[in-house]
């Protein structure tokens, strides 16, 4: 964990245990995000779920981080990035970076073919570690997924379906009126286009928030979906997915992904993989006999 003064402050008590409370509940991530951190000190109890308590905290992390309290390898910001060329030294560092970042589809010899769907952009960072175990590719949809995004994705699974794969879709949302409705609003639509997905809302459900006790709200009275969510759960109560400790999270995913998957035909790809990918860094390292080889005394 990095963490640099750059500022000489010193914050009053209540402010210094807010600190200490944050970088408790940072222990257990690789990276979060503020609103993530936020929703873990409501669920905890630490704070009642205002704007202002939002905005307040962000400004306590903020003077944390610049004062050397607060590591800032923990918190991400996922909504501006650097874009640019990555450049190599030569043909040889070219192809070393390629076999690290070296990847096979571990799934072509499986029956399906899987994605993992959320509704929170600020969950990226704790649903990529299943995700990424399995090499299955997720999609943060930030709310209702655009209509450009669904053609996409019905192309990328109709090209699955005509290789012989059945297309699975775990979907995870806040259980309220807009995250019940959701998955069923992207099935029709694939439905629509003709192509035929399975989706599969894993979380969040009112068995998961009795089992873990998140801190609920009450429902929008405005949406226009309201009178179908009570009907369904029976409670006008609404939770927020942010709010499920990250370990169960990651499990809900995790246990799904292992009934699904046939996980002898996954280790197998993945020692196929690892075979190639020491292939590729035999060639760099003989690269100079490679071109000798391709080239012979040709000038470069």
Known sequence: ??????????????????????????????????RGLYYQFVARDYLENTMRNYKKLGDIIRNARMSGLISWDLMTDRTRSLYGYTTYDDIEDAFIHASYGY???????????????????????????????????????????????????ADRFEREIDDGKNVIIL???????????????????????????????????????????????????TSSRLDDYVAEIG???CWELDALPQDVTRSLITDRLKE???LDRFEESKRREERNRKRMKQIAYRMDEVIEFLYGDEEE
């Open 1 to 34: 964990m990095t963490k640099i003064m750059y500022e000489e402050r010193r914050f009053a008590g209540k402010t210094a245990k807010v600190i200490e409370q944050a970088n408790e509940i940072m222990e257990n991530y690789n990276s979060i995000t503020l």
């Open 103 to 153: 990847k096979e589809d571990l799934h072509k010899d499986q029956d399906n073919y899987i994605e993992v769907w959320c509704e929170k952009d600020a969950l990226t960072g704790i649903i990529n570690k299943p995700c990424n175990d399995f090499r299955i590719n997720y999609f943060p949809t930030k709310g209702y997924p655009s209509i450009s995004s669904l053609k996409k994705a």
């Open 171 to 221: 979907y995870l949302s806040d259980l309220d009126p807009e995250g019940i409705a959701m998955p069923k609003t992207v099935q029709q639509t694939f439905k629509t286009m003709g192509v035929n997905v399975t989706i599969e809302r894993i979380g969040l459900t009112l068995e998961q928030v009795r089992l873990h006790n998140p801190p609920p709200s009450i429902a929008k009275a």
């Open 235 to 237: 409670l006008n109560h």
């Open 260 to 262: 699904i998957i046939d």
